[in-house]
C-alpha cells in the first residue's frame, strides 16, 4: 500500500471501524449507497465483488464539499492529496472563495482520490468513517 493510502494505521480524521484489515483493497467493488447534498454526506458501499449484493463495509464522508467520479467503480484504495492539490481543487471554481481563504480551507478538508486508467474519483470532506454497518 502506498504510504498515503486511507488503509495505512493513524491517517488523521479518518476512524475505520473495521474488525478485520483489508489486505488488498484493488479487490473491492464501490457503489455510490446514499448522498446528501444538504447534509454533506456522501457514503460508499464496497462489495467483495460487483456482483454480490451483500455490503462487505461503508465508508462514510462527512462535510462534503465535492465530488467527481461515476456512480460505481472498482477498487477502494483511496488515497489522501497533500495540501498543493486541494489547493488547486479549492481554485477550480466549483464554489466562490476568496484567495485569501484556501489556504484556511484546503488545511480543514481532506481530498480523497482515487486514480483509474480513465477516470478520477474525487472526495473533499471533512472526515471518513469506515463502518461495518450503517446506524439505524
Known amino acids: ?19 478485520f484489515n483489508i489486505d488488498d483493497p484493488s479487490l473491492y467493488h464501490c457503489v455510490i449507497y446514499k448522498y446528501s447534498q444538504s447534509h454533506r454526506v456522501l457514503v460508499i458501499a464496497a462489495h467483495k465483488q460487483i456482483d454480490d449484493p451483500e455490503v462487505s463495509f461503508y465508508l462514510g464522508f462527512e462535510g462534503v464539499w465535492y465530488f467527481q467520479g461515476p456512480t460505481s467503480w472498482d477498487s477502494i484504495d483511496f488515497e489522501l492529496s497533500g495540501i498543493d492539490e486541494r489547493k488547486a481543487l479549492l481554485r477550480e471554481g466549483f464554489m466562490k472563495i476568496e484567495e485569501n481563504l484556501i489556504d484556511s480551507l484546503a488545511q480543514q ?22 463502518l461495518k454497518e450503517i446506524p439505524s
Open 109 to 130: 478538508y481532506l481530498l480523497f482520490t482515487l486514480q483509474k486508467p480513465t477516470f478520477k474519483i474525487r472526495i473533499l470532506a471533512g472526515m471518513c468513517v469506515i
Open 1 to 19: 500500500m502506498k504510504p498515503n493510502s486511507i488503509w495505512q494505521p493513524q491517517q488523521p480524521r479518518i476512524h475505520n471501524q473495521l474488525d
